[in-house]
Each structure stands twice: as C-alpha cells, then as structure tokens.
C-alpha cells in the first residue's frame, strides 16, 4: 500500500542482502520511519517492543531474524537456539511458529554451507505468500461487502473494525481491512467504525492511518461504543483479524474482540473474521482452554503516548499511582459468535468441518 504516494511493504530486505527494514510502527501515526534490523537480537527486540506487529508480519519476521541468526552461524544447535528464543518473543500469535516451523524444516534438510542463502529466500517467499493470501482474502471478504451494498441503498456500508489488521500488520494489504479495500477500489461505498483498541490504540494511530491514505471514510471510536451503535443499525458488518484460530473456529484476538462478536450477535450483525491459514493452530480445538495470552507490561494501561500541540512526543500516567492494572493483550470469541471466517481459499463456516474441507492436506498433517 501506499505512504505519501510511495509504495511500500512493512518489511524488505536492505541492498546489502543481510540486513532487514521495518517500518517503525511505535512511531506510527505521528511519524514515519524505518527501522534497520541488522542482528537476530534486532529481529527479537523489534518483536518483543512492538516495532513490528500482528500476526502475519511477527510470522514474517521471525523468519528474517531466523535468517540474520543462520547468516552468522548456520550449525544445528545455533539455529535451535535462535529458534527458541524468537519463539518467545511474542506468545499468542501462531503465525510465528508456523513460520519458524516453515524455516526450521527446510534449513535442516540442507547442508550448513548453503543454508545462509536459502534462509533468505524462504523468508522472502513467506512473505510473497502472505501478500498472495491478502490479496486472496481481500478478494473474498470485498464480495460479502457488495453483497450487503443493496441493503444500503443511500448510505455506505458501516463496517466496524477492531485493532490493527491492515497492511501495517502483514506484509502488504492486511486481513481484515483488506476487502474494504478492494470493495472500495471497486466502487462500493463504505465507512469504517475504527475502534480506537486500548491500549496501545492499535486502531486510533494505525488503522486510522492507513484508512487516511487510502481515503477510505472513517470514525474513530472509544472502544465501549460498538454496542451502542449496532443497537441503533449504525454497523452493517464487523471484519476482524486474528492471532490464532483453532482447528473448531474458535478465534483468539486482540482484546476487546470478545465483546464486540457479543453485542454483534445480540443485534444481528454479521460478524467475519479475516485469517490467512498460517493463522490455523490446528493442533488445538478449544481457544478457550488451549491459547496462551500473552500478558504485557501494566504501564501500558497506566500510561498513554501521545504528540503535544508543540510537536512533542509525550508520555503521561492516566491512573493514580498505586493502583495495579493488568494488561491481557487477547481474548478468544468462540466459534459461536462468528459469522464466517475468510480466507485465501474463500469464506467457511466457524467449524472444523468447514476448515477441513478448505484446506485438507493441513488439517490432517498436524
Ligand atoms: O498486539 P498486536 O498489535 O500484534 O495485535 C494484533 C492483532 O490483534 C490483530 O488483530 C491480529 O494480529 C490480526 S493481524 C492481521
């Protein structure tokens, strides 16, 4: 998508054919730079800080930094190492097994000497097949957003959206925020509810952001007031993205999700999750029991960033000191509560049977 009129991924690899360049997303919306990641213990730390994020693109750079550590030591117990320690860098989001997994495999059915060139060329090509299932999954999703038009004959389609699933967290395009975009290229007028997804306001700095650039219409909310809105016709559909979905549709995402599938479901609202299959932990049925949440640090609650009026970037506490907060960072909406899931291979139904019909061979290989 594009910045200023030029295009760009979330991350590329340097001219040096080493290092790597993110774009900065802590920095996002108040200003664009990039970040060069030149180590593996770059590649961790850019994932742990929340320098890059989302599902996919924490996939894609778990591949990159696997790829920085093979380039200076491509032995056996090196690549474990490093394996491990990327593994830990963010917990609830499987596209970062999924695609360390990808590596792993390959690098240990190749000789050490020539696993350095081919750990980049398979994180290129994870990242080429993000782009290719978002740009699938934006096909998919936009077709059940032409299908609602008719039903708003004077108005553009409402869609609400929570967190950041855009291009900024994949590779290029993004998941749920994909199909807006292409139902927008193609005509259909819409208008996107942004909620604002405390706390580290994933909607209000980067879904907002990329909505701007694109001039797609929208309205950044506080996030108590999806209910509101659907309970006086004001949201025609949710798209949602997801970190990690169960072999059974159970879909595990940013926290906030949860209630907003409840009140879509109270009102009659269709409620899509948008998910490439690197997203499937077909290992697991039950979200609820089997997803581990990640917990973050509780000054992220406590405390709130921002840009002055003079142009300073500030960062103030909002809790009186010696109050504790936590800070879970997912929540799991059941299977129940989803209208479809979309993916690279079309919309199913929020079960096993319905996964297992899209995609066969990666059902029955886990
Ligand atoms: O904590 P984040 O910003 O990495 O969480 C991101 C989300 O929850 C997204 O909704 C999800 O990864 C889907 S991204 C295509």
Not at 44 to 57: F, Q, S
Not at 239 to 261: F, H, M, P, Q
Request: some cysteine.
């Amino acid at each position: 998508m594009k910045i200023n009129g030029r295009h760009y991924r979330t991350i590329w690899l340097n001219p040096d054919g080493r290092s790597v360049e993110v774009i900065d997303q802590s920095k996002l919306p108040h200003s664009f730079e990039t970040q060069t990641l030149s180590s593996f213990g770059d590649a961790v730390e850019a994932i742990k800080n929340m320098i890059v994020r989302g599902a996919p693109l924490i996939g894609v750079t778990g591949a990159y930094g696997l790829a920085l550590a093979v380039a200076d030591d491509p032995a056996d117990n090196a690549i474990e190492a490093a394996y491990a320690e990327l593994l830990g860098s963010r917990p609830t989001a499987v596209n970062l097994r999924w695609a360390l997994d990808r590596l792993r495999d390959r690098l240990f059915s190749t000789p050490p000497p020539m696993r350095r060139t081919l750990a980049y060329s398979e994180a290129a090509a994870i990242a080429d097949d993000d782009i290719q299932a978002c740009h699938a999954i934006g096909e998919y999703g936009a077709a059940l957003i032409s299908a609602a038009a008719p039903r708003c004959p004077d108005r553009p389609v409402n869609i609400l959206t929570h967190c950041n699933a855009g291009w900024l967290a994949a590779v290029d395009w993004g998941t749920a925020l994909a199909p807006i975009y292409k139902a927008a290229r193609a005509g259909v007028a819409v208008h996107v509810w942004v909620d604002e997804t405390r706390p580290r306001n994933q909607g209000a700095s980067l879904t907002a952001f990329e909505l701007l650039g694109e001039a797609i219409p929208h309205t950044i909310i506080a996030d108590n007031t999806g209910g509101h809105l659907m309970q006086h016709g004001l949201v025609d559909l949710c798209i949602v993205g997801s970190d990690r979905t169960t072999r059974a549709g159970d879909v595990c995402n940013k926290i906030g999700t949860y209630l907003k599938a409840l009140a879509a479901h109270d009102n009659s609202v269709p409620f899509y999750v948008a998910l490439p299959s690197s997203t499937i932990d077909w290992r697991i049925s039950d979200g609820l029991r089997e997803i581990r949440i990640e917990e973050r640090d509780q000054s992220e609650v406590t405390h709130i960033c921002g840009r002055t009026e003079r142009g300073e970037t500030a960062r103030v506490r909002l809790t009186p000191h010696g109050s504790p907060a936590r800070n879970f960072g997912f929540d799991v909406t059941p299977a129940r509560l989803v209208s479809a899931l979309i993916t690279e291979r079309g919309a199913c139904a929020a079960n096993e049977a319905a996964l297992q019909s899209l995609f066969p061979n990666l059902a029955n290989s886990a």
